[in-house]
């Protein structure tokens, strides 16, 4: 098949050199030209696990390229893929489908014979409509079918996702569309990946609703953790006790402060907002919403707490600064949030993540270190943000050693409480009795 991925940012890259790799010509396009002459020089403008040989040994086959020219390569295509980015809109928090939009204008262009659109890109209800009009009202004789295929992809584990799916969700009327979907992702069936055809309407609330629940997983058992740490429990052992009981399952129960990156945030606000335009408000993600918000500047003042209850003056240490592990993606991290509650405390706060330097520099303002050990320096207080593997087997005496004071905040829950103590750290953890 003849591919064209238009964005070629995370949803797009990834999705483009996994295709490419199944056998399909693929071309990504973007209006980034730096971006764009990064890629064709092999420079990969993210951090994602094993991408950057994916697309070096796709380009090198001549089966994956990228241009900055929409028309040309729509010229040609079986299937487009919109894969361009949806931030939530300045002043109410609805997807912005701008990008989406002026996409679907453009492709409508240059289409010749029978082309399937896509929208890879996460859109609320209603979306795959809107662009069939465009496309229609730009180009009346264009031969087209619009079809919705969320992503699924996970940071950090994008490509196995990808290539081992739970399920293909595709969302169509048109059955000449199903036939060129069935065959863009036939390469798959080896791995018998359920393909889900459904209305593309519930194609589209599928994916919110995906994240939605699993925001909404997080968020209760982080309430659960509050109440641990009140009544005397643990919650590493009530996740493990109800994760076990097959109807509700383990994943995405581990206590910690709050979920952020570049979904759950944005797509639990799309899926409230549109669910309020429709009359038929969604008052369980609100909820999640609210109280994701709020929780990660608790955890600020948890660690406050730890510190005897005043950080004035007093460096805080924080190990990793992205949202997860094995990701450079600092959008909405519960790092800035704890940042700002410990400068807004006086603290004086440094920090080191293993890839999300680089972006961290652009959402605060803290002394950055080039290591875990470097950071801890002379400090008060160690955080343990981020569980990247570089800080499950940190050297604790002579972490000790090097701070001002031996406390350490486990805001994942990596360390065992009596180990550290053994090492004569004061610990706290999340969803501990105190």
Not at 123 to 146: F, H, Q, S
Not at 347 to 372: H, K, L, T, W
């Amino acid at each position: 098949m003849r591919i064209v991925m238009v964005g070629s940012g995370y949803v797009g890259l990834v999705s483009g050199a996994c295709f490419a790799d199944f056998g399909h010509d693929v071309i990504c396009v973007d209006k980034a030209a730096e971006k764009i002459d990064a890629l064709k020089n092999g420079v990969i403008p993210i951090f994602e696990p094993g991408l950057d040989s994916l697309v070096e040994s796709n380009a090198r086959s001549g089966r994956l390229s990228f241009t900055t020219e929409l028309a040309p390569a729509v010229s040609e295509a079986d299937v487009i893929f919109i894969a361009v980015g949806t931030p939530s809109r300045r002043g109410d928090g609805h997807a912005d489908l701008g990008y989406v939009y002026a996409a679907a204008k453009e492709i409508a262009a240059s289409i010749k014979g029978f082309t399937v659109v896509v929208t890879k890109s996460t859109v609320p209800v209603g979306t795959g409509d809107e662009v069939e009009r465009i496309i229609r009202e730009a180009n009346p004789d264009a031969d087209v079918a619009v079809v919705s295929n969320p992503e699924f992809l996970r940071e950090g584990a994008a490509i196995d996702d990808f290539k081992r799916p739970d399920r293909i969700v595709v969302g169509l009327s048109d059955d000449r569309a199903k036939a060129v979907m069935t065959e863009v992702y036939r390469p798959l069936f080896i791995n018998q990946s359920p393909l889900l055809f459904t209305s593309r309407r519930t194609s589209e609330l599928i994916k919110y609703a995906a994240n939605g629940f699993l925001a909404m997983k997080i968020t209760f058992i982080n309430e659960m953790a509050d109440l641990c740490e009140k009544v005397g429990a643990d919650v590493q052992d009530v996740s493990r006790g109800i994760g076990l009981d097959g109807r509700i399952g383990s994943k995405f129960l581990h206590a910690g402060p709050g979920y952020g990156g570049s979904c759950f945030p944005k797509d639990t606000l799309a899926l409230a907002k549109t669910a309020q335009d429709f009359d038929a408000p969604v008052r369980l993600i609100e909820t999640t919403i609210a109280v994701n918000d709020s929780r990660k500047r608790a955890m600020g003042r948890k660690v406050i707490a730890a510190a005897g209850g005043d950080v004035r003056g007093k460096k805080v240490a924080l190990f990793g600064l992205t949202f997860k592990p094995n990701t450079d993606d600092m959008r909405d991290s519960p790092a800035i949030a704890v940042v700002q509650a410990l400068q807004d405390a006086g603290a004086i706060v440094s920090g080191y993540d293993p890839e999300g330097m680089a972006n961290a520099r652009q959402m605060m303002d803290i002394d950055f270190a080039a290591g875990p050990y470097e950071a801890a320096e002379g400090a008060d207080v160690a955080v343990l943000v981020t569980e990247w593997n570089a800080f499950r087997a940190l050297d604790l005496d002579r972490l000790k050693s090097i701070m001002k004071t031996p406390v350490l905040v486990d805001l994942r829950n990596v360390y065992r409480a009596q180990e550290v103590e053994a090492h004569g750290f004061a610990y706290t953890g999340v969803g501990k009795s105190i």
